[in-house]
């Protein structure tokens, strides 16, 4: 005959663990009323359920990051689920406060990196570990860190920006200045990343685009050309080349918010107001359900 279970120790439970009311139930029977078991019952029947999620789909989620006080380390982070249900959940979004400070004071490169690392808690579970028990029990669908980015500098700063809703978010270093102005200037570039307009960049700059994609762009401008004359191909190349590098590289593009000015207009003006020669070094943008 299976062991009676109080309504209390079942809330007592559940509150713990965020599994739900029956299955904290069930998982206290098997244990025989011992709290720690029925937990790490519930740890182990959650793991074996998010195996299953795994191959799900994460077309939702939200956007974390955070910057040092004093400019020079960031951390973008992009923690994907299946539905907007989920990401509006408390505990989905305490995860990826958690996760994003946990990237801040760690130096990691990538989820796998991130995965890796003992949880904030003191468990001595992994961070892999942590999401899989909450697919399996509190959370119920797919879940991973799909998209994470952690920038530092010794001469410059970073900054960031993420979009009010969460879903799409930016990071920018910039060397050469610690000044007020480069602050600004960071904030400006990391919107207008963001923003993805026209186009989400490629490369910080023409001689950063990766040559296989320059090698595509230069075969797709000569295509219907041929035929000409080498010198009108030629022309006719430069000039596609040169809307794209207008088009897909930072420096390049149109600044969102005054298609008038350049990307690389704004960063002279900051340089002019800080006394220094900056430098664009690296960007990253990430948004909800995308690769």
Same mark, same amino acid.
């Given at each position: 005959?299976?062991?009676?279970?109080?309504?209390?120790?079942?809330?007592?439970?559940?509150?713990?663990?965020?599994?739900?009311?029956?299955?904290?139930?069930? #998982? !206290?029977?098997?244990?025989? $009323?011992?709290? =720690?078991? &029925?937990?790490?019952? %519930?740890?182990?029947?959650? /793991?074996?359920?998010?195996?299953?999620?795994?191959?799900?789909?994460?077309?939702?989620?939200?956007?974390?990051?955070?910057?040092?006080?004093?400019?020079?380390?960031?951390?973008?982070?992009?923690?994907?689920?299946?539905?907007?249900?989920?990401?509006?959940?408390?505990?989905?979004?305490?995860?990826?406060?958690?996760?994003?400070?946990?990237?801040?004071?760690?130096?990691?490169?990538?989820?796998?990196?991130?995965?890796?690392?003992?949880?904030?808690?003191?468990?001595?579970?992994?961070?892999?570990?942590?999401?899989?028990?909450?697919?399996?029990?509190?959370?119920?669908?797919?879940?991973?860190?799909?998209?994470?980015?952690?920038?530092?500098?010794?001469?410059?700063?970073?900054?960031?920006?993420?979009?009010?809703?969460?879903?799409?978010? #930016? !990071?920018?270093?910039?060397? $050469?200045?610690? =000044?007020? &102005?480069?602050?600004? %200037?960071?904030?400006?570039? /990391?919107?207008?990343?963001?923003?993805?307009?026209?186009?989400?960049?490629?490369?910080?700059?023409?001689?950063?685009?990766?040559?296989?994609?320059?090698?595509?762009?230069?075969?797709?401008?000569?295509?219907?050309?041929?035929?000409?004359?080498?010198?009108?191909?030629?022309?006719?190349?430069?000039?596609?080349?040169?809307?794209?590098?207008?088009?897909?590289?930072?420096?390049?593009?149109?600044?969102?918010?005054?298609?008038?000015?350049?990307?690389?207009?704004?960063?002279?003006?900051?340089?002019?107001?800080?006394?220094?020669?900056?430098?664009?070094?690296?960007?990253?943008?990430?948004?909800?359900?995308?690769?």
């Amino acid at each position: 005959m299976m062991m009676e279970i109080s309504a209390k120790d079942v809330m007592t439970l559940r509150a713990r663990t965020n599994a739900g009311m029956m299955e904290s139930k069930k #998982a !206290l029977q098997e244990a025989n $009323g011992d709290m =720690d078991k &029925a937990a790490e019952l %519930l740890r182990k029947w959650g /793991a074996g359920r998010a195996d299953s999620k795994v191959a799900n789909e994460m077309k939702e989620g939200l956007i974390g990051a955070k910057i040092a006080t004093d400019g020079r380390t960031g951390v973008l982070l992009r923690l994907g689920c299946q539905t907007d249900f989920v990401a509006r959940n408390d505990g989905f979004q305490k995860l990826l406060t958690d996760l994003v400070e946990m990237a801040f004071r760690h130096p990691v490169a990538s989820p796998a990196d991130l995965n890796k690392l003992p949880f904030s808690d003191a468990s001595g579970r992994t961070v892999e570990q942590v999401i899989k028990e909450m697919v399996g029990s509190s959370i119920k669908e797919n879940m991973a860190v799909t998209g994470l980015a952690r920038f530092t500098t010794t001469d410059g700063q970073i900054g960031k920006y993420v979009h009010h809703n969460a879903k799409v978010g #930016a !990071l920018v270093r910039i060397d $050469g200045s610690t =000044d007020d &102005a480069v602050r600004v %200037l960071l904030g400006e570039i /990391a919107m207008h990343v963001t923003a993805g307009m026209p186009f989400v960049p490629v490369a910080v700059s023409r001689d950063k685009v990766d040559p296989a994609l320059l090698e595509r762009e230069k075969a797709i401008a000569a295509e219907g050309i041929k035929g000409k004359p080498p010198a009108i191909v030629e022309k006719i190349v430069a000039g596609k080349l040169e809307k794209f590098f207008s088009d897909q590289v930072l420096l390049d593009q149109p600044f969102v918010k005054d298609e008038s000015r350049k990307i690389r207009d704004l960063v002279a003006d900051a340089g002019k107001a800080s006394s220094a020669t900056l430098r664009v070094v690296e960007f990253a943008r990430f948004k909800v359900g995308e690769v």
